[in-house]
């Protein structure tokens, strides 16, 4: 989720600093070894979009802010746009999930109280099984990182590892 300069890149207008490279790494590490298909989802913000209007100013639509970071763009396999938190709304996921039967979904990038969760309940809400790689994920605000985290596992039944 969310593999994007606006989070990941030193001049990205909401880079996370430490946290970033941090996850950068990881993710580097992660994907490097993971077998399966890598799906990346970014964030695509309309200036004029009333969704995002108190939070207008990331990952706005062909800016460099909207870019997969370059030290990622090699780990993806194939990449949706997402308009919303969810990378249901508006993707073809549902039909991809379907197409491949893919039962277990991995969770993994920035944004974890926002894009993770909500796509987290989404993918619970049909029938799938959900894993989230918790070093592999990052949100601006510590606190709602940690409550995502423990709502995703306990109320949602999704898998929290270590990777």
Known sequence: ??????????????YMGEKAENVKV????????????RLFFREKH????TFFASD???SVANTEDFLINDALKRYSDLCYDKTRYSAFY???????????SIRVVGLAGMETHTSILFTAEEL??????V???EPCTAARDEYMHGYALS????????????G
């Open 1 to 14: 989720m969310n593999p994007q300069n606006s989070f990941l890149h030193s001049q990205g207008s909401v």
């Open 26 to 37: 990881r993710l580097i590490d992660y994907l490097s070894h993971f077998s399966k298909p």
């Open 46 to 49: 309309a200036l004029d979009d």
């Open 56 to 58: 207008i100013t990331y």
């Open 90 to 100: 508006g993707t073809q996921l549902d039909q991809y999930l379907k197409q491949k």
């Open 124 to 129: 619970r809400n049909r029938g799938y099984e």
């Open 131 to 133: 894993e989230v790689v």
């Open 151 to 162: 709502l995703m596992r306990h109320s949602l039944g999704v898998k929290v590892t270590n």
